[in-house]
């Protein structure tokens, strides 16, 4: 037993460098491999918490019904969101079993014939070929760079000209993805700014009352927006799908899909990493954050001069 869990643990250590160093096909490789070794009645184990269950058991889905489970974070699912077109062109039909605040973010988008709300205490039954929306990336063996943002669109908040959005927190259950607040302001200089994160907000930014707990409504926000600076939360997928600017703040040690050496992303071409440069130093984050900035503002100074 505890060397088949040494062989899982390395084998998700050669999966992580697998996908920051962009080599799918060593990912994908690695993921069969371990869905060989998987006990089938282990299957979307229901003593399991969601987040741990592995869905998929390898079966063709070619014109099956095919029921895509969202068992992780808002943020995995808008990420992996960009699969699902592809997957209809295979599938007889695809229903989407989504979080419920992501009901009207996925109303009409191409691919999903239905949609459902995924109700952790009565999941929808089994269909002819189950998968959890995470799994579609090695289940399809398509890198991210090939279906590219924009898949998410949002009509746009009237908002002034050069506005930036910021999120400082990514939620109680990660501490340590927070920055202060107030910091994060005070690094955006004079620019104009809104909060995208929920609850009051005691800052002079555009909007005091903070964020609607809407995903929709916050898209609009996003849509109007020159520039989203956040902490790694699903705030984060919402602007990259969207194709919109986005910098976003990570850990020393951030999870497998931000590669913190290369400073950009393969899921998303219109986002800049800022990883801590050691554990907890977010003052040098956001001292480069300010730098960049302030450089951004003049070369935009420049350019309407000059037009």
Avoid at 22 to 29: I, L
Avoid at 44 to 70: M, Q
Avoid at 129 to 138: G, N, P, R, T
């Amino acid at each position: 037993m505890a060397a088949a869990l040494s062989d899982m643990s390395m084998a998700d250590d050669e999966w992580v460098l697998a996908i920051r160093g962009g080599d799918y096909k060593w990912a994908w490789d690695i993921s069969a491999r371990l869905l060989a070794g998987r006990d089938p009645r282990t299957r979307d184990d229901p003593s399991l918490p969601y987040h741990l269950r592995w869905v998929w058991d390898g079966r063709p889905f070619e014109d099956r019904h095919v029921l895509v489970r969202c068992y992780h974070g808002l943020g995995d699912t808008i990420q992996f969101a960009r699969y699902l077109p592809l997957l209809r062109r295979h599938a007889g039909s695809v229903t989407l079993e989504v979080q419920p605040r992501l009901l009207g973010l996925f109303g009409d988008f191409p691919g999903v014939d239905c949609l459902v709300p995924f109700d952790p205490a009565h999941p929808n039954p089994q269909s002819e070929c189950d998968i959890e929306i995470m799994e579609l990336a090695f289940a399809l063996r398509t890198a991210p760079s090939k279906l590219p943002p924009p898949y998410l669109r949002s009509p746009p908040a009237l908002l002034p000209r050069g506005t930036i959005g910021l999120c400082h927190q990514a939620g109680d259950w990660d501490p340590d993805r927070c920055v202060a607040a107030a910091d994060l302001l005070s690094a955006c200089g004079d620019e104009p700014c809104l909060t995208l994160a929920c609850g009051p907000a005691d800052l002079p930014v555009l909007n005091p009352e903070g964020c609607p707990f809407d995903i929709p409504a916050t898209a609009m926000l996003v849509a109007g927006l020159d520039l989203v600076v956040t902490v790694d939360t699903f705030i984060a997928h919402l602007a990259g799908a969207m194709g919109k600017p986005v910098w976003l703040l990570l850990k020393h040690e951030p999870d497998w899909r931000w590669s913190p050496s290369t400073r950009r992303s393969d899921w998303y071409p219109s986002m800049r990493l800022y990883p801590q440069p050691a554990p907890g130093d977010w003052n040098s984050v956001l001292a480069e954050i300010a730098r960049d900035l302030a450089e951004r503002g003049r070369s935009d100074r420049t350019s309407r001069r000059s037009g």
